[in-house]
């Protein structure tokens, strides 16, 4: 799941374009927070990635089907329209990257530093303050922050911060001492 938000030339192109037309028309914002909440449902539902990503359901149905979501979620227009021509296109399956290279492109106009940290239960709201404190010192900026849960990780965090991961995850050094054991 984590590969569908892999940066792609397709996926950045056709980001460029969304973001140039968000851009001209004034739906900046609108469009940014659809991305936020359509990468959201990409990660917690299995069902949308299916529709996006299946090679037999027909390029017609796809935009059917995530034009009725931009709809059920109240999506500007130009975002709704996107994603239609995104599927017409038989280019769902690059969803992902595309709201990759949407952020990153938001992040250089607007100089908003974005993170997300990982973890493997939920943050508290002191956690989650000292998380951005830490983040806000080292970047030299304040961070726009999301947080998510991801029980596989055991314990410890993942960051990452543009295209740079730290990985301070129990699985992570689990695996490295597992690796470290067998060239024993």
Do not use: C
Request: no cysteine.
């Amino acid at each position: 799941m984590a590969d569908d938000f892999r940066t792609t030339e397709v996926g950045a192109r056709y980001a460029q374009a969304l973001f140039d037309l968000a851009l001209e028309t004034g739906r900046l914002e609108a469009v940014r927070a659809d991305l936020k909440s359509l990468k959201a449902a990409w990660i917690d539902s299995a069902d949308l990635r299916r529709l996006a990503n299946s090679p037999i359901i027909a390029a017609e149905d796809q935009q059917k089907g995530l034009v009725a979501i931009a709809d059920k979620a109240k999506f500007d227009g130009t975002t709704k329209n996107f994603l239609g021509l995104l599927a017409q296109n038989g280019r769902a399956r690059d969803l992902g990257a595309v709201i990759t290279g949407f952020e990153a492109l938001y992040s250089a106009h607007t100089g908003v530093v974005a993170a997300e940290v990982v973890s493997a239960t939920a943050l508290t709201a002191a956690q989650t303050t000292k998380i951005k404190q830490a983040l806000s010192q080292a970047l030299g900026k304040a961070p726009e922050m999301t947080a998510r849960v991801d029980p596989t990780i055991l314990g410890g965090l993942k960051v990452k911060v543009g295209s740079k991961l730290f990985d301070a995850s129990l699985k992570t050094k689990l695996d490295q001492m597992k690796f470290a054991l067998k060239r024993v």
